[in-house]
Nanobody
Framework: QVQLVESGGGLVQAGGSLTLSCTIS????????MGWFRQASGKERQFVAA????????RYGDSVKGRFIISRDRAKLKVYLQMNDLTPEDAAVYSC???????????WGQGTQVTVHT
């Protein structure tokens, strides 16, 4: 069983930056990719970014390209999401997720709230 715990959310002014962290724990698990998703109130969950565990290759959703950066620390079992130039449209609950090799996203954290005010 894998546990994912997010941290780093909070209130930020539009144009500001915030960095989220996801801590991974558990026993006997594999990771193909780790990802970040977000869900705003009344909206569907949206893909934000993912990073391939072995070689750190990132990919991003169109709405965050050029503003967000995903990274990971294999030794610490952590994934980060650096969010820059935030807008009110970025406000949501951000969750990290694990994708094992050959499978879909299978494990999810509880999420951390990001609020952006003007």
């Amino acid at each position: 069983q894998v546990q994912l715990v997010e941290s780093g959310g909070g209130l930020v002014q539009a144009g500001g930056s915030l960095t989220l962290s996801c801590t991974i724990s558990g026993r006997s698990f594999s990771i193909d990719e780790m990802g970040w998703f977000r869900q705003a109130s009344g909206k569907e969950r949206q893909f934000v970014a993912a990073i391939r565990w072995n070689d750190s290759r990132p990919r991003y959703g169109d709405s965050v390209k050029g503003r967000f950066i995903i990274s990971r620390d294999r030794a610490k079992l952590k994934v980060y999401l650096q969010m820059n130039d935030l807008t009110p449209e970025d406000a949501a609950v951000y969750s990290c997720a694990r994708k094992p090799s050959g499978r879909a996203w299978t494990d999810w954290g509880q999420g951390t709230q990001v609020t952006v005010h003007t």
